[in-house]
């Protein structure tokens, strides 16, 4: 399972930005795909996560700012991110609790990071 984040950028207090993560490869089943985020000297944190039945979590900081959904025929998660603030600068990092096909084995899979940086 490979998963492939797109978005990100620089954008200015209160903008918006859209991440995608789109999951790919021997995939027989995505139980959970969310966002993480790291800032510089601090551990990584959950943003939002949604499952495969819709069901969403958001860490209190973003909510009411961010809206996570999914595609599940697309097998991707999108983090649509309003009023932004300085503070949610970061590197985000793409997640799926996913089984694989061949072996089928369930797993934690990350992406690669996307920068976001929120000027004041």
């Known amino acids: 399972v490979q998963l492939q984040a797109f978005g990100g950028g620089l954008v200015q207090a209160g903008g918006s930005l859209r991440l995608s993560c789109a999951a790919s490869g021997s995939i027989f089943s995505i139980y959970r795909m969310g966002w993480y985020r790291q800032a510089p000297g601090k551990q990584r944190e959950l943003v939002a996560a949604i499952t495969n039945g819709g069901s969403t979590d958001y860490a209190d900081s973003v909510k009411g700012r961010f809206t996570i959904s999914g595609d599940n025929a697309k097998n991707t998660a999108y983090l649509q991110m309003n009023s932004l603030k300085p503070e949610d600068t970061a590197v985000y990092y793409c997640?799926?609790?996913?089984?694989?096909?061949?072996?089928?084995?369930?797993?934690?899979?990350w992406g690669q990071g996307t920068q976001v940086t929120v000027s004041s």
């Open positions: 997640n799926a609790d996913a089984v694989s096909r061949n072996p089928f084995l369930r797993g934690d899979y």
